[in-house]
């Protein structure tokens, strides 16, 4: 079963707005990353927060991370067509050796 | 990066399959998923330093194989329908994922 989960399924918006999307997960981690996938293909990683630490940036990406809730935000700031894509968290959780994926948030970005 | 090979197979129900993957340069683990369409992915196992290092609900007919030269490879045997997915590979610096995880663009197999 997926330890993750995103909300909202799906979201759409106009360019220039800002995204937000929510994870939630179940078990203690030791990591949380977001990955963004296009059509179906590879996934691509685009940022890693570690238990310890609250939030994380990396260029318009804007990441939270709450131990106490088990819960996670992504903001993209400023969205552009090319970053319609679905998005994933994972988690890493303590004495496992592999990732959790959620079902993923659908973007899609309207020029 | 990582790279998968083929990037798209046509199988028959019972059939063999062999997915290749090659990781990226320094890593020494490499992991498979299994994702459905419409579904996150799904742990298959990992592999590091060319032995087995933990495994997913998935039957033994998924087996793996990982070579000294970055190179690996997942077979599936007895292929039923519902292994139609999209099959990810992923290498990473450590066991853990410490530092993230780079995946390949996958293979897509359908089973008919």
């Known amino acids: 079963s997926q330890q993750g989960e995103e909300d909202p399924q799906a979201l759409s918006i106009q360019e220039g707005e800002n995204a937000t999307m929510n994870c939630s997960y179940k078990?203690?981690?030791?990591?949380l990353q977001w990955y963004r996938q296009n059509s179906g293909r590879g996934l691509v990683h685009l940022i890693l927060?570690?238990?310890?630490?609250r939030e994380k940036h990396s260029g318009r990406l804007r990441v939270t991370l709450d131990t106490s809730k088990k819960s996670s935000s992504l903001l993209i700031t400023a969205s552009r067509a090319a970053d319609t894509a679905s998005y994933f968290c994972?988690?890493?959780?303590?004495?496992?050796?592999?990732?959790?994926f959620g079902t993923g948030t659908r973007l899609t970005v309207i020029p | 990066g990582v790279t998968q090979s083929p990037t798209h197979l046509i199988k028959t129900r019972g059939q063999q399959v062999t997915l290749r993957c090659s990781s990226q340069?320094?890593?020494?683990?490499v992991s498979w998923y299994q994702q459905a369409l419409g579904q996150g992915p799904q742990f298959i196992f990992q592999?590091?330093?060319?032995?087995?290092?933990g495994r997913g609900n998935f039957p033994p007919r998924f087996s793996g194989l990982q070579f000294p030269n970055d190179s690996s490879e997942l077979n599936v045997n007895a292929l039923e329908l519902d292994d139609s997915a999209l099959y990810l590979c992923?290498?990473?610096?450590?066991?853990?994922?410490?530092?993230?995880?780079?995946f390949g663009s996958g293979t897509r197999l359908t089973v008919v």
């Open positions: 927060i570690r238990s310890n630490e």
């Open positions: 994972a988690t890493g959780g303590t004495g496992a050796n592999n990732l959790f």
């Open positions: 340069s320094g890593h020494n683990t």
């Open positions: 078990t203690s981690i030791n990591n």
């Open positions: 992923a290498s990473s610096l450590d066991r853990r994922g410490y530092y993230g995880y780079t």
């Open positions: 592999y590091y330093r060319e032995e087995e290092n």
